[in-house]
């Protein structure tokens, strides 16, 4: 059979900058692996961890700096009032033509609104997304018919989009450490007075 493949024709890690928006343990685990791939690795995070920035061989720039330079920006933060909308109209305007962007943290990191407006304008590679800033989505009422928002029915058709419900958790060993940490939680608890809620 006949395949094109321009259709599914990609692009080299190796020599691309990375652009890591939170070092934390997930972030640095990416580090970690685009290394493998022989990428820059530049990175931002209001709390710096400069011996891992050491022993890793990544460097922390600005976020100015790091939307100009980056041709693959992927996002490890928790959602806060001041991380909320952290890739907006100005943040996309800094970036790279052709870019790629990940997020598997939290939807509203992104403007969904501007997000589909630099896609229609043909500003962004690829976008990958384990997560949406509407994941009504994802509830079975919703997969049972009920209407999906445009925003998220445009992400999901569009072709440089790949979107995944957020599932990186879900693996045997994952799950196993999970519930290992809840019971040394409640264990943790119980005698010091301090009440455990397992249903909320």
């Known amino acids: 059979a ?10 080299d890690l190796a ?3 990375l652009g890591i928006i939170g070092t934390g343990n997930i972030g640095q ?6 290394c493998g791939f022989s990428m820059k690795i530049i990175a931002f995070d209001v709390f710096k961890n400069m011996k891992a920035a050491k022993k890793l061989g990544y460097k922390y720039v600005s976020l100015d700096t790091l939307f100009k330079k980056s041709d693959v920006i992927t996002l490890h933060v928790p959602l ?4 909320s ?7 996309f305007k800094k970036m790279k033509r052709g870019v790629v962007l990940i997020n598997t943290a939290r939807g509203a990191l992104i403007d969904t609104k501007v997000l589909i407006g630099s896609l229609k304008k043909g500003k962004l590679g690829g976008v990958g997304l384990d997560v949406l800033e509407d994941e009504s989505i994802f509830s079975p009422k919703k997969l049972l018919g009920r209407k999906v928002s445009s925003e998220n029915k445009f992400l999901l058709h569009h072709p440089n989009v790949l979107v995944t419900n957020h599932n990186a958790f879900n693996t045997i060993e994952a799950i ?4 290992k940490c809840t019971v040394s ?7 010091k007075g301090k009440g455990v809620n397992l249903v909320k």
């Open 85 to 91: 909308h952290i890739l907006n109209n100005a943040a």
């Open 29 to 34: 685990e990416v580090i970690k692996m685009a």
């Open 15 to 17: 020599g691309k900058t």
């Open 80 to 83: 806060f009032k001041s991380t």
């Open 2 to 11: 006949f395949v094109d493949r321009s259709v599914t024709r990609g692009f």
């Open 176 to 179: 196993e450490r999970i519930m």
């Open 185 to 191: 939680n409640i264990k943790g608890n119980i005698g």
